[in-house]
């Protein structure tokens, strides 16, 4: 196995417990707020900040239950399971192929969910929530880091050549820096959007 296999083999299964935790908070902490304001429609969440940083914007809004229930259910669910797959993997577990496929999948397709949601919210909801924000890294960085755990084993194979295997050794090289620069390009876009706003307000 790759030196920087061996490396993500032992920080994956904390990354996806210390992932899953900061996600099932925040996702608790948003069901709780959507209960409060199903509740009491006047109910303003402690992260109502200022017009632009403004939870129960987005926790009203149509986008905040996709399919006829609350988001952050889901999120109750899935980060729940990426915790037990953590636990599992310090009790011993060792998981086929397979599983790691489906959880890269899975942890993908959360990934376009959140990312589908970060777009709703700046460009048509104009608002943005701490928590969904907070999500939104810890989904990213986990699906950077298995999707790179599963090239480095082979559970995703890429193409045989020297350009993909100089194009992988490149990207764990630098794996922080792109992690770091995917982050920074979407702050760019979102302090773009709303310079009308932080722009006087610096």
Request: net charge positive.
């Amino acid at each position: 196995m790759p030196k920087v296999s061996r490396r993500l083999e032992k920080v994956i299964p904390y990354l996806l417990i210390i992932g899953g935790v900061i996600g099932t908070i925040c996702s608790f902490i948003i069901s709780l707020d959507k209960l409060k304001i199903a509740e009491n429609p006047a109910f303003q969440p402690n992260c109502n900040l200022n017009p632009i940083v403004s939870c129960g914007s987005v926790m009203r809004s149509a986008q905040g239950s996709v399919f006829g229930f609350p988001n952050p259910w889901i999120g109750l669910f899935g980060f729940a399971i990426l915790i037990t797959v953590g636990m599992s993997i310090l009790a011993g577990a060792k998981f086929k192929r397979w599983y790691w496929a489906t959880l890269n999948f899975f942890i993908g397709l959360g990934l376009v969910f959140a990312f589908w949601l970060l777009y709703e919210s700046v460009y048509s909801i104009h608002a943005l929530c701490p928590y969904c924000l907070t999500v939104d890294v810890v989904v990213i960085t986990l699906f950077w880091y298995v999707s790179l755990f599963n090239l480095q084993t082979g559970v995703i194979k890429l193409p045989k050549g020297k350009g993909w295997e100089k194009a992988l050794s490149f990207v764990c090289k630098h794996h922080i820096d792109l992690l770091v620069l995917w982050f920074l390009i979407i702050i760019f876009f979102v302090i773009k959007h709303f310079w009308y706003y932080f722009g006087r307000n610096f």
